[in-house]
């Protein structure tokens, strides 16, 4: 069936540093992604969403890159922070049809 | 800024029993959802809810589920009787248009 997958389950960096995490879809007719964090015991929190008419959005320090021909989504987080310490799952969604699918998450461990 | 809120934070229950899980969407969001997350596992589709019935469902969502808008604000999701593989966290989200998803907090459900 369609899945969203990752392709790292963690991540480590040192504070400063520059991270990339990366989402591989297979549906082709997702047309909507996103980006959550979803920090321990609680709920995914929005960081960034593109539109499949879209390769690249930018939002502060972070920028979403798609890659519609290899089906490929990142997330680029600029000078990473602590806090930006959390698991990150890519979601997409397809023309007309309501539910996100998940992938399994990227979990990003950020070091002082 | 807004917020989904979800009630209880956290519910312990017996096998067999009927669970409640309690929703606040945002008062002017249009689209209502549920999801789960087993401990250590990606975010899984359940329901979608829109102009007052089910407009998507995923396999999960068995004749043991069912939701309800039973006035303006609140969105329930009541299992009628629970078993040990229900304990997860379910997560409500709403959203106004096609876009901008946003989830709650959650409700650690632990079946005993």
């Known amino acids: 069936g369609e899945s969203v997958g990752l392709h790292l389950p963690t991540l480590s960096v040192q504070e400063g540093d520059n991270s990339i995490i990366n989402c591989a879809y297979s549906?082709?007719?997702?047309?909507?992604f996103i980006w959550y964090k979803q920090e321990s015991g609680k709920g995914p929190q929005f960081i960034i969403d593109?539109?499949?008419?879209?390769d690249k959005r930018q939002g502060q320090r972070v920028t979403v890159l798609l890659n519609k021909t290899v089906k490929h989504l990142s997330l680029q987080i600029a000078a990473t922070q602590p806090g930006d310490s959390a698991v990150y799952f890519c979601?997409?969604?397809?023309?007309?049809?309501?539910?996100?699918?998940f992938g399994t998450g990227t979990r990003l461990l950020v070091s002082p | 800024e807004p917020e989904v809120t979800q009630t209880p934070s956290h519910q312990v229950t017996q096998m067999g029993q009927e669970v409640i899980l309690r929703c606040v969407p945002i008062?002017?969001?249009?689209?209502f959802y549920w999801y789960r997350q087993i401990l250590g596992q990606k975010v899984e589709f359940l329901v979608s809810?829109?102009?007052?019935?089910?407009?998507?469902k995923s396999e999960i969502f068995d004749d043991q589920f069912s939701v309800e808008r039973p006035d303006g604000s609140n969105f329930t999701l009541k299992i009628r009787s629970t078993k040990l593989e229900d304990s997860a966290m379910y997560f409500c989200?709403?959203?106004?248009?096609?876009?901008?998803?946003?989830f709650g907090s959650g409700t650690r459900l632990t079946v005993v």
């Open positions: 809810f829109y102009n007052n019935e089910i407009s998507e």
């Open positions: 989200a709403s959203r106004h248009d096609n876009y901008g998803y946003t």
């Open positions: 979601a997409e969604k397809a023309e007309g049809f309501q539910k996100l699918v």
């Open positions: 008062s002017n969001h249009l689209y």
């Open positions: 593109i539109r499949s008419n879209m």
């Open positions: 549906n082709s007719a997702s047309d909507y």
